[in-house]
């Protein structure tokens, strides 16, 4: 069935040092790869998405990629700053999958 | 418009009653979409419609849960015979077919 995998469930990083969190999905036909932070108690908050059409896309310290042979993508964060910790989401396919967070903890 | 609101923004009952909630999307937004989360998870997909069409129903929509969007722009979630386990955070969303999608504050049900 549609399933979205997200990995890992906790990451701690420190202050400055870079954080990755890998996807993976099961429906080849999606084309919409968003990323949420969620913070307690909040609404989750697009921090950034990307098309089938292209492999990778950044915005400031926030970068993700895209290999859709593999079905799979990734969020980068580079540079983390405090204010980064939250819980992150990946979702896939046209009524959001959304994959089972990543607790981010960035130590100062 | 500010974008996608939800009413309440939290909800107790007992116990068997009936709960409505209520989504009003962004205005030009053809699909909604109804999620629930629960501490520590994801939200969980439970239905969605283009314009007034209900077009997918989760398997875990019982049915006590029943959704509409009669005139393809406020959503209902109607909950019957509320039961401790449907206490959650009840997440609506909506986009302009597949962009911009923008999840509302949510409704927190507590279920006593």
Not at chain 1, 42 to 71: C, F, Y
Request: hydrophobic share 30%; net charge neutral.
């Amino acid at each position: 069935g549609e399933n979205v995998e997200q990995h890992p469930s906790t990451l701690s990083v420190q202050e400055g040092d870079s954080a990755v969190i890998k996807c993976t999905y099961s429906d080849s036909a999606s084309n919409y790869f968003p990323w949420y932070k969620q913070e307690l108690g909040k609404r989750p908050q697009l921090i950034i998405d990307i098309r089938s059409n292209v492999g990778e896309k950044k915005d400031q310290r926030i970068a993700v990629t895209l290999n859709k042979t593999a079905k799979h993508f990734s969020l980068h964060i580079t540079e983390t700053q405090p204010e980064d910790s939250a819980v992150y989401f990946c979702a896939a396919l046209g009524k959001l999958i959304f994959g089972q967070g990543t607790t981010l903890q960035v130590k100062p | 418009d500010t974008g996608v609101s939800q009413d309440p923004r939290h909800k107790i009952t007992k116990r068997g009653q009936n709960v409505t909630f209520r989504c009003d999307p962004i205005s030009e937004h053809n699909r909604l979409y109804w999620y629930r989360q629960t501490l520590g998870q994801g939200p969980e997909f439970l239905t969605y419609f283009q314009n007034e069409a209900q077009l997918e129903k989760s398997r875990l929509l019982s049915d006590r849960f029943s959704a509409e969007r009669p005139k393809g722009s406020f959503s209902t979630l109607e909950i019957q015979r509320t039961e401790q386990g449907d206490s959650a955070m009840y997440l609506c969303a909506s986009s302009l077919n597949n962009y911009g999608y923008t999840f509302g504050s949510g409704t927190r049900l507590t279920v006593v």
